[in-house]
């Protein structure tokens, strides 16, 4: 059973994951205008994965007793500068994103609520993994800088990522 506290907090990060489902697709809009079909595909790969981040949340609310109870979904900006600008507010996001994550556990500590701490777990070892890539992808394009031959070879590595779907199992892991 959960507590109300921690209910209302994994509630909470079923709209942050959303809101970054959200802000992913709107960057991949935003490369799309841009032409950079490549980046655009990595964007929209990104806003499925959050997706499926959001409904681990739901999923473990309603497993272990609990009511997902929905909020409302910020709006995410449009527009970018350019693809490094895209890509810095990508990896700030995911920072922010570790934060929240670090709250929730830190919560779960407080409350004493093992098996929420244990499912967080995964996450604490995916947002490594999510600042890790934002990160490089900004740092690679900061390098590239009006090189447009280096940005279409880059494009065309990013149309290579595949979304995967996690198997069901995982689903609450
Ligand atoms: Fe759900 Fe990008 O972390």
Partial sequence: MLGERMEKALCGQITAELYSSYLYLSMSAWFSSQDLNGF????????????????????????????????AVEGPPTDWASPLAAFQDAYAHEVKVTGLINGLVDLAIDERDHATKVFLNWFVNEQVEEESNTSTLAGQLKVMGDASGALFMLDRELGQRVFTPPAPTEQTA
Wanted: positive net charge.
């Fill in 40 to 71: 655009a595909n990595w964007m929209r790969v990104q806003a499925q994965e959050e997706l499926v981040h959001a409904m681990k949340f739901y999923d473990f609310i309603v497993s272990r007793n609990g009511r997902v109870t929905l909020n």
